[in-house]
């Protein structure tokens, strides 16, 4: 949305940035298609942000699931009797997933490694996709997976029919597209909310696997100090801003994200926007709304759409200052998550592949809008959709102009646009002022695991390539050279590596922020960092550009 503009009295610390605009607005307008041409295509290596996980083998997925399971014991349960780990608050997470063998690989297992270790317990997860082996290797992920499945082939008949006669009743479930499967994610997500209170959780969220949860100081402190009057906290979602032309893990490689300005003083709204990317009229792309997470364990409760929960009016939620009549009500979390989408324009592709039926492929290829916008919600994914139908080239080109900061990049202003200059200065202005956040905690926790899982791979006999890091900073190599020469380097052999011991707490730097949103604090990582620091696979100035810290963000984030 565009906000009234700041007067000269009210530059503050946005003084730099306003003559930055002001520069932006007097210079020469090109035409948009045009300019994109000409914008660079940095790499993460060039970039610093290189992955250590390459993700380009399957080999190593009995190690992946190993590693879960025993994070799942040390994080979750607690024979002992003591306090620890296990005695603290009970967190389940749900989601709608449709992927094969690379996207557990790449995006599920990732996602919930991250999870389990901040102290989700229980992840409820709608199986949509067709793929048996997949089945199969998320059936060794109980209990910590649970799975939801309402469609074939691994729905029995009896929940098949079910889903299939809510939909034809429900108006959302008789649209195309993501309305459709909006209407999965609520019947799904009523069913996970009664499993939840059957297991005893007292807490679950809905998020995407491409969206992490960034608590301020730990996710169990956060929740257990939620206000007693609120039935579900809205967490405000902060959206990757994307630096690489080459990613390919997303988790590593993008540490940028667009700060919610919620969680800022006032009278931001009109400066971000006047930031926006590409053609698009929002500073936000995807979603502004922010994600939920409810209490199960306080009497009914159900999915409200995508973002929102819904419960009854109840006494239990009386307060006398803040919920008087005991109303179903929201409390803003103290936390946020961040949201990692449209990573590259191979994930365009990806996502048009499944998004629609076929007849509006071809109704995209023939430019029919009206009747493509059926299937869709946003319009930036209806455009992205658009762009995607007509072949690699155009999706490349309109993700680059939509998607990627770099230098060139463009912002359109009626028929035209102006085209950002300077740019890695750019970036740290507005990490400094907070426009933007450095976040670092998820890549860092990712990779400290990767080692773990390393190890354990070793153990059990399979080979495993260089860390792509590694690779890297050998030769400078490009993305997709590192995955080619990683897989060349797939048979060097680390059978002789002893797996690191689970539960080795180190200190976690995560997002510095406001009680908006996202703040400092620590947490346990369950691999031995040190050891990645005695190899020299981490430290000061490794994670990511602009001098970030190897553990964290800037401190102005």
């Not at 007097?26 to 295509?41: I, P």
């Not at 997303?250 to 930031?275: A, C, M, S």
């Not at 430019?367 to 319009?379: A, Y």
């Not at 993305?479 to 060349?488: D, I, P, V, W």
Request: aromatic letters at 8%.
């Amino acid at each position: 949305m565009q906000g009234r503009k700041l007067l000269a009295t009210e530059y503050g610390v946005y003084k730099e940035l306003l003559h930055y605009l002001e520069k932006l607005d007097k210079s020469r307008t090109v035409d948009c298609n045009e300019a994109v041409k000409k914008q660079a295509l940095p790499t993460s290596a060039s970039l610093g942000l290189a992955p250590w996980d390459l993700m380009h083998e399957l080999d190593t997925i009995p190690a992946r699931i190993k590693f879960l399971q025993d994070l799942y014991k040390e994080v979750c349960t607690n024979a002992s009797g003591v306090p620890g780990p296990g005695m603290q608050v009970k967190v389940a997470a749900f989601t709608v997933w449709n992927g094969n063998l690379w996207g557990l690989r790449r995006s599920l297992l990732p996602w919930m490694q991250y999870h389990t270790q901040i102290g989700v317990c229980k992840f409820y997860v709608a199986f949509q996709g067709r793929d048996e082996n997949t089945y199969k290797a998320m059936q060794q992920l109980a209990p910590l997976l649970d799975m939801v499945l309402i469609s074939k082939p691994f729905a029995t008949t009896a929940d098949n029919k079910a889903w299939l006669e809510h939909a034809a009743r429900d108006d959302w479930g008789r649209r195309p597209g993501n309305w459709r499967l909006m209407s999965k994610q609520g019947y799904c997500g009523n069913i996970a909310f009664d499993r939840a209170r059957r297991d005893g959780m007292n807490w679950m969220a809905h998020i995407d696997a491409d969206e992490l949860m960034i608590p301020s100081t730990s996710l169990a402190a956060e929740l257990a100090a939620a206000p007693a009057w609120a039935g579900y906290l809205k967490m405000h979602n902060h959206e990757a801003v994307i630096e690489s032309f080459e990613v390919v893990n997303k988790y590593e490689e993008v540490t940028l994200f667009k700060t919610h300005d919620q969680t800022l003083p006032n009278r931001t709204g009109d400066i971000q926007w006047r930031f926006r990317l590409g053609t698009y009229g929002s500073f936000y792309q995807v979603y502004y709304n922010g994600k939920a997470i409810g209490r199960v364990d306080k009497g009914p409760i159900q999915m409200w759409g995508p973002h929102d929960f819904l419960g009854p009016a109840d006494d239990r939620w009386k307060d006398p200052v803040h919920n008087p009549e005991g109303e179903w009500k929201m409390a803003v979390a103290n936390f946020g998550l961040v949201h990692i989408s449209y990573t590259s324009w191979h994930d365009l592709m990806g996502k048009a592949r499944i998004s629609c039926p076929n007849e509006y492929r071809e109704a995209a290829k023939a430019g029919n809008v009206t009747k493509v916008k059926e299937c869709f919600v946003l319009d930036f994914d209806l455009h992205a959709y658009m762009a995607a139908t007509k072949g690699e080239a155009a999706a490349q080109e309109y993700w680059v102009r939509e998607s990627l900061l770099s230098e060139g990049a463009v912002r359109k202003d009626g028929n035209k646009c102006h085209v950002y200059k300077d740019v890695d200065k750019l970036k740290h202005m507005l990490v400094r002022d907070r426009i933007f956040s450095r976040i670092t905690g998820p890549q860092q926790l990712l990779r400290a695991q990767e080692l773990a899982i390393r190890h354990i791979a070793a153990s059990m006999g399979i080979k495993v390539p260089p860390l792509g890091g590694q690779l890297a900073a050998a030769g400078g190599l490009t993305s997709a050279a590192m995955g080619a020469a990683a897989a060349a380097a797939a048979a060097t052999s680390a059978a002789a590596a002893k797996p690191l011991p689970v539960g080795v707490a180190a200190a976690g730097t995560w997002a510095a922020g406001t009680a908006g949103g996202m703040g400092t604090g620590a947490t346990t990582v369950t691999t031995a960092t040190t050891t990645a620091a005695a190899a020299g696979l981490g430290g000061a100035g490794g994670a990511g550009t602009g001098g970030a810290a190897a553990a964290g963000v800037t401190t102005n984030t």
